[in-house]
């Protein structure tokens, strides 16, 4: 069975074909980056409008040699996220699923980050537990079965991709600054301050990044000549406050729930720093850590098409807007 796989939640226009037996059979993404990177961050409008110029050579470009008609199925972001850019995304998927006569699944961004590891790694199980930090969620969730989630833990304020992307832009680093931050870091000491990492020792799961990133404003401002070197070691130290502070709280939910696996998912992950710091402690705590592919921790259609696949067949049809800026993980059931 092919699922084509529709993501248009923020700043990229995606699709992909997930074939029950073969896997991925084709994807595209256009990221919309570059235009966002002039403002420091995505414009919502801007966002919706170029979805709707990219879509369909998107498309084109993700069929390939694969026939639309071989499609037997639509499976589509529609929250959380962007109303304007998740309304693109929907309007398309319902003219294909018309079109084509076959079935439209709307589908949660957030499920579609959770699972992304399983379409590499077939031999992880639920249940299992996920930490899932990107640029605007960070949760710990308890991945129960296929449509059980419990979120654990969260972030009580900024998401730990905001924080990568405030603290970038106080170092003057470009928009999304994730990527800067882990490269930069790569020539500082990561001693070299000592930053705060937020309810670290409070006795749940939720964690705070927003004191941190004031902490390094605070820094910042106090430095005179805020060179090359001392940005290094203001990006190394922050990195590694985060990386202890989501280290700690894993920990803690693996001695709590007891799970054997542990995925990584979202932007973030791509961080390595951060992948090799909980690789460290893998064989002491008895667990596997799990990462996607580099190309599946950041937005995607591939991980929509997948999870696409795992849904039940809709009995009837419907063109009814399913969209939702907000749409919590425990609030999957309508
Ligand atoms: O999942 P994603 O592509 O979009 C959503 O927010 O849903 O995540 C983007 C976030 C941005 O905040 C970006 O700075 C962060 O992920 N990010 C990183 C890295 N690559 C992307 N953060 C730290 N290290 C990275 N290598
Ligand atoms: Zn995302």
Known sequence: MKTLGIETSCDETAIAIYDSEDGIMGESTYSQMEMHAEYGGVVPELASRDHCLKIVNVLKDALGNNSIDDIDRIAYTSGPGLLGALLIGESFAQGLSTALDIPLLSINHLEGHLMSPMMEF????????????????????????????????????????????KVAKLLDLPYPGGPHIEKLALEGNPNAYDFPRPMIHSNNLDMSLSG?????????????????????????????????????????????TNRKDVIIAGGVAANKFIRNEFKKFEDSLDIKVY??????????????????????????PTIKSKVRARWPLNELKE
């Open 212 to 256: 941190l990133k004031t902490a390094v404003l605070y820094t910042v401002q106090k430095i005179k000549d805020l060179d090359q070197s001392k940005k290094a070691d203001i990006a190394a130290s922050f990195q590694k406050a985060v990386t202890d502070l989501l280290v700690v709280k894993i920990k803690k939910a693996v001695e709590e």
């Open 122 to 165: 077939p031999e992880i199980k639920m249940p299992f537990i996920c930490l899932l930090v990107s640029g605007g969620h960070s949760m710990i969730v308890d991945v129960k079965e296929k449509g059980n989630y419990e979120i654990i833990g969260q972030s009580q304020d900024d998401a730990v991709g905001e924080a990568f992307d």
């Open 291 to 316: 990462y996607p592919d580099l190309k599946y921790c950041g937005d995607n259609a591939a991980m929509i098409a997948f999870v696409g696949s795992m849904m039940i067949t809709p009995k009837e």
